[in-house]
């Protein structure tokens, strides 16, 4: 290493000095280095720079005895002993600087003035060794010899490197790591290196080391700036974002504060604003939009009603028996919501998303009559978000629709009045958000009910399923002098779950009722095809705890027996279209059997009564369930499949997706015809034939190794998912196509389906169009060359005469 250094030296000192002083350069030209900080680096790396220049002089110049190689030898040494306390003094500048702004130290360390004066002291003695050669001679020849002094001239720079390492490793703890490391090493190696100049001639090992040093400092003085910077660039934008977060939060406070101000005119609008602009946002993020966009969209959809505060009292909110004068001023609130919100420069798309959020896509709307992608993107999902809110919340004339008929609506006005990629994203947030909403399941059981006359309160209906439940409760009497005081129970279906007794409102939730039953055996049957009921007094026995209870309540009942407090239960089942209860009660047990119209209706138990309090209503699902042969029929299984079947046996799908056809695979080219009749509870626009694609290793659907690949509903949607394939889907209505009233009516009244499979390797093409919808859709497989199978379920539907091509 020594030889290679001895060989290169010359070299070795020009690119040391050169880089030295672009540093230099580069430190003079910084703007985020301070002032002091800067003229020590500085003078560092000049001074390193003229030191390892004068050295490489001293070396060239040594042995030449002309007049140049005398004066220039003498000059370079000069400048070597020199620089090297020039270096090492502005090192002390330097850490002075980072002692007092990065130590935490109020004034500087007096060990680093006494380095001062030694600095002085050094150069003091390189000049009187220039004249009485205590340091160094030169020879006749003109080459550098030592002199006996020579140690002495290491011992100024050691003593300050020793003090100078002294005051960084004191204040070590308060001092960043890369303001520390440099400055430790930089005091170590050149006290090193002295020790190996002392032993080693000709060469300049203190010189070169100095110099590695110097540049080491200031690339870590580098990477401090830029840490700095980085950081202080982190705080500003922190602090931007965090101004921004604040006007963020006054915009949106103050907007809200306005919505309400404006919502307070009418309590049904109460928190309208806010839920439009929350499913907006939705519809904006589900359909692709960034987050900005997403935000835009928000703050559009909550102030797109805000001309609302010029309408009269008496319109706000009056949607029903407008006269034609009343309609042209309710007209005229999206171009009130326009002018107001047109003042708000900085945001021009609230006021766009206002204007026109009444356009209708079909060019009905106002107030331009716009259509189609005439009607800005942010309006038209305003649009869709609006009318959603609208038709799931309560209203002064209707409660909240539900869910079922909403989706129905946005369904039926795609294309009308609903952009048609919106609305069926609104649709696939319902059916992934809300599933609980469509089956009525998310309703929660009341706690106690108060019955003065029959059927003044019910319950929400209890689901009665193939999973057997309980219903556990405790009724008293109000007064005992009312004459009868029994709970009982209402069997019904409705969409929402809820008793209907006006015509509106059982015609929107579907509501049916198939009777009602008493503790006492008796029963109404209102639309039930049979009833069963069996009174077996006193032989129910129940569980321990029910027991005591029961003892202790027969022991008032002695004081007064129609005042006490009883305890009930119903235990519920179901299988296909037949329903199992046993009402249990201290006195009797009534054991009933009820047969719905249809395997395809919904059926509840609404529980209510009269004269009474019922109240601890508890509701237990058990682990079992109703099997085959457990209920014994009493009336004759509906059947609209009893008749010539085809190609494969004819299929009737009561519920959603409960029965399929047998798997039909695809081979190249398949084509499925096949007669399909909704049943006759069916009410809803996909209650229709659906073809499912899929693998599985039995041909089964939900069979072993099952993937399901495509769901496409012959109503022109789709239920596709894209963890085993991508679909690319596509629907259109043609000119046959009319509306979906008579698109309900003629798949009751039955329809001849025809559609079309074609497979070529993993890519599977599905075509069809009937009553007027086309359907194409593109399935790429993603999970290798396997058997796909085809399979024709639905909803509440009579497949039948299945032909496979």
């Known amino acids: ?91 002390n500048q330097y850490i002075k600087d980072v002692c007092t702004h990065e130590g935490g130290s109020e004034k500087v360390p007096g060990v680093l003035y006494v380095n001062d004066e030694l600095a002085a002291i050094g150069i003091l003695l390189i000049i009187v060794s220039q004249i009485t050669g205590f340091y160094y001679m030169f020879d006749e020849s003109n080459y550098y010899v030592r002199s006996p002094g020579f140690a002495v001239s290491y011992i100024v720079p050691f003593l300050m490197a020793i003090l100078e390492l002294s005051v ?29 100049q002392l032993f ?30 980085e950081r202080a660039h982190r705080v500003e934008m922190e602090s931007l974002r965090q101004e921004k977060m604040s006007m963020k939060r006054m915009f949106d406070q103050t907007a809200n504060a306005f919505v309400a101000a404006v919502e307070k005119k009418d309590p049904f609008l109460h928190g309208h604003a806010a839920r439009v602009a929350d499913i907006a946002k939705k519809i904006a993020k589900q359909s692709g939009k960034n987050d900005e966009d997403c935000e835009k969209i928000y703050y559009a959809a909550l102030l797109h009603d805000i001309g609302m505060i010029g309408l009269p009292d008496s319109l706000i909110g009056k949607t029903d028996n407008l006269t034609e004068e009343e309609y042209e001023i ?62 799931v919340t309560e209203k002064r004339f209707r409660g909240p629709l539900p869910m079922q008929i909403v989706r129905e609506e946005l369904l039926n006005e795609s294309g009308g009045q609903f952009d048609p990629e919106f609305s069926q994203i609104m649709i696939q947030i319902i059916d992934s958000e809300s599933r609980e909403l469509l089956d009525g399941t998310d309703a929660t059981i009341e706690k106690e009910l108060k019955c003065e006359n029959y059927r003044d309160n019910v319950t929400v209906g209890i689901p009665i399923s193939n999973d057997i439940s309980k219903l556990r409760f405790k009724c008293t009497a109000f007064d005992k002098d009312k004459g009868t005081a029994l709970p009982s129970i209402i069997l019904f279906e409705s969409f929402d779950r809820h008793i209907h007794s006006n015509a509106k409102s059982i015609e929107a939730y579907k509501y049916y009722e198939y009777g009602e039953l008493w503790f006492d055996g008796h029963i109404i049957s209102t639309g039930a095809r049979n009833t069963e009921v069996k009174l077996t007094e006193n032989t129910y026995v129940y569980s321990r705890s029910h027991r005591d209870d029961m003892e202790t309540s027969d022991s008032a009942a002695t004081a007064d ?37 249809s395997k395809s209706k919904l059926s509840f138990l609404g529980l209510t009564g009269e004269n009474c309090c019922i109240y601890d209503i508890e509701v237990e699902q058990t682990e079992d369930s109703v099997k085959e042969g457990d209920i014994p029929r009493i009336a004759e299984e509906v059947s609209y499949i009893d008749r010539l079947s085809s190609d494969m046996p ?21 084509q499925l015809r096949f007669h399909s009749m909704s049943l006759p509870s069916a009410s809803l626009v996909w209650d229709c034939p659906y073809i499912v694609i899929y693998t599985s290793e039995d041909k089964k659907i939900n069979g072993k190794g099952y993937h399901e690949y495509a769901l496409i509903k012959l109503n022109g949607e789709n239920e596709n998912s894209d963890e085993y394939a991508e679909n690319k889907f596509t629907m259109r209505k043609t000119e046959v ?69």
Not at 59 to 88: C, E, H, K, P
Not at 172 to 196: D, G, Q, T
Not at 355 to 381: A, C, F, M, N, V
């Open 1 to 91: 290493m020594i030889e290679l250094i001895a060989a290169h030296q010359l070299n070795i000192m020009l690119a040391l000095g050169s880089i030295c002083g672009m540093t230099a350069f580069f430190s003079l030209i910084s703007r985020f280095i301070s002032v002091h900080r800067k003229a020590s680096l500085i003078g560092m790396e000049l001074s390193a720079m003229v030191l390892l220049f004068a050295d490489r002089f001293a070396y060239i110049y040594r042995g030449q005895a002309d007049s140049m190689g005398f004066f220039m030898t003498r000059i370079s040494n000069f400048l070597v002993f020199s620089m090297t306390i020039g270096v090492i003094f502005s090192v």
């Open 168 to 196: 960084v490793l004191k204040h070590y703890r308060r001092l960043r790591k890369k303001l520390f490391v440099p400055l430790v090493i930089f005091s170590i190696m050149p006290i090193a290196a002295s020790v190996i």
């Open 200 to 229: 080693v001639y000709g060469i300049s090992m203190i010189n070169i080391c100095l110099s590695v040093m110097v540049v080491i400092i200031y690339i870590f003085v580098l990477m401090d700036m830029n840490e700095f910077v």
């Open 330 to 391: 309710v007209k005229k609130k999206p171009l009130m919501s326009w002018e107001i919100l047109s003042s708000i420069t900085e945001y021009p798309f609230l006021s766009q998303g206002a204007h026109y959020s009444y356009e209708r896509y079909d060019g009905k709307g106002y107030p331009d009559g716009l259509s189609g992608t005439q009607i800005p993107e942010i309006s038209r999902i305003i649009s869709v978000a609006n009318s959603y809110d609208a038709m």
């Open 561 to 597: 027996k129609d005042t006490a407090e009883h305890f009930y239960e119903i235990v519920m089942g179901r299988y296909e279209d037949h329903i199992k209860l046993q009402l249990r009660s201290a006195e009797s047990t009534v054991d009933a059997i009820v047969a719905l119209p």
């Open 650 to 670: 004819n299929v009737q799908v009561d519920r959603n997706r409960s029965a399929s056809t047998a798997a039909i695979e695809i081979k190249d080219w398949t």
């Open 737 to 805: 196509f009319t509306n979906w009233e008579d698109w309900k009516r003629l798949n009751k009244d039955g329809v001849e389906y025809e559609v079309v499979l074609l497979r070529r390797g993993n890519r599977v093409t599905l075509d069809s169009e009937n009553l007027g919808i086309f359907i194409e859709n593109i399935t790429r497989i993603r999970d290798g060359n396997k058997k796909v199978y085809a399979a024709i379920t639905g909803n509440q539907v009579a497949i039948t005469d299945i032909r496979i091509q």
